[in-house]
């Protein structure tokens, strides 16, 4: 059965830094693009970031570049979501999210993680 | 970056009644067009892709058109297990927008 597992999130203070990582199981993560996606509470999806299965090419979203980085360790499996200099209205459920098909470059996400929390409160 | 606009925001329907969600994008993206449904408390679940192309498992009710900056995703006959909010997405190129969300409720 495919799973993408996120951990790592929690409560952390304005102004610090968490970072969010990213496995699969039933498939090898690093032979697909993955993306992060948020939704605040209430609010609808916000898409984050994408890095290509080889870790060539990362993408961002507009609002979030230069504080978010993601990144990945395909001899570890793994993906990862830094995020710098935090503040309240970065709260929100962080999903984790794969592509379709292996090496494909494209956009689409098929196949979603349950989801971490993270809460910026002082 | 490429605007994605749903609407309704929200509506409201009797079990049975087709219902009709609109996506426009504020610039061309041929048919890469994603829908996603995201009930209560639960993970997204994608519906169609390519516009028209139903995920594998998703009811036929399901139907989605469109090409270029307009589309449209309807269910033929609403059952209560569609009462959701429903997102389009664009994936022809990052950022992978979406619209803000048309939530389904049932009368």
């Known amino acids: 059965q495919v799973q993408v597992v996120e951990s790592g999130g929690g409560v952390v203070q304005p102004g610090r830094s968490l970072r969010l990582s990213c496995a699969g199981s039933g498939f090898i993560l690093r032979n697909y693009g993955v993306h992060w996606v948020r939704q605040a509470p209430g609010r609808g999806l916000e898409w984050v970031a994408l890095i290509s299965h080889d870790g060539v090419n990362e993408y961002y979203s507009d609002s979030l570049r230069g504080r978010f980085t993601i990144s990945r360790d395909n001899s570890q499996n793994t993906v990862s979501l830094q995020m710098n200099n935090l503040g309240p209205e970065d709260t929100a459920v962080y999903y984790c999210a794969k592509g379709p098909r292996e090496f494909w470059s494209g956009v689409l996400i098929d196949c979603w993680g349950q989801g971490t929390l993270v809460t910026v409160s002082s | 970056d490429i605007q994605m606009t749903q609407s309704p925001s929200s509506l409201s329907a009797s079990v049975g009644d087709r219902v009709t969600i609109t996506c426009r994008a504020s610039h061309g993206i041929t048919n890469y067009l994603a829908w996603y449904q995201q009930k209560p408390g639960k993970v997204p679940n994608l519906l169609i892709y390519?516009?028209?192309t139903l995920q594998s498992g998703v009811p036929s009710r399901f139907s989605g058109s469109g090409s270029g900056t307009d589309f449209t995703l309807i269910i033929s006959s609403l059952q209560p297990e569609d009462a959701a909010t429903y997102y389009c997405q664009k994936y022809n190129s990052a950022p992978a927008t979406f619209g803000q969300g048309t939530r389904v409720e049932i009368k």
């Open positions: 390519g516009a028209s």
